[in-house]
């Protein structure tokens, strides 16, 4: 029997587009050694700080276009629970009753993946032959885990490469502080909460802190760059992929921090 190509529409994501393209180069070669055709449609925001932010017009103006943009491929994948996260569960409710948009957007809502979800529930992907000579800990976004219940995936991916040592750290399903706009709208909290979190990552003695979402992991980095620690923070596409020739997040490029230095790609 002829295996049919699966058409994988890539969501990029705002911040990755704008801020670490690198994540989205490497998703996409994660999903092209999958095996799937992977097409990245012209494409705006998924409407998220709109929707959180209650400009429920703007955000659902904004998911017509996405909607319409990929509308004709099998899935959608995005290498952030919190983009995932909007289309699965809120483009329903913009919809709702809409006799016109709600099929579409459940519909869409249905056939949308977070990366290591997608890799892992849909495709059965169990290894991908990377090397990284590491110890590391993961995040948990709120997102990821919350709307998209991705935990144990990006885990069984990790768990397979070759030199990683994966541990858990205390509270790691807690929020880290981001949460879009809350961190701009209430500094002082989410400053309390990315100094806990920078202290739980500190304190597993990880050298290499891992996440599936680039805002959570943007907050971190900064808050440990400027404690003065040298954990090394990276997207867990990018160790999944092999793709570390970028320095990790947050780090010059001729930074000459130790974590760095230790992480080989494939």
Known sequence: MVRTTRRVGFLVTCLVDLIRPSVGFAAVKLLEDAECSVEVPPQTCCGQP????GDRALARSLAEQVIAAFEHCDYVVAP???CAGQVRMHYPELFQGDPNWQPRADAFAAKTYELTQFLVDVLGVEQLGAHCEATAAYHDSCSSLRECGV?????KLLAAVDGLNLIEMADTEA???FGGTFCIKFPDISDVMVTKKAANVASTGADLLLAGDLGCLMNIAGKLSREGKTIAVRHVAEVLA????QPPIGMPAQSDAAPAKREVSR
Do not use: K, M, V, W
């Open 80 to 82: 952030s629970g919190s």
């Open 151 to 155: 935990h144990d995936q990006p885990r």
């Open 175 to 177: 929020c880290c502080g």
């Open 50 to 53: 709109a929707f959180n932010s």
């Open 242 to 245: 092999g793709a570390l020739e």
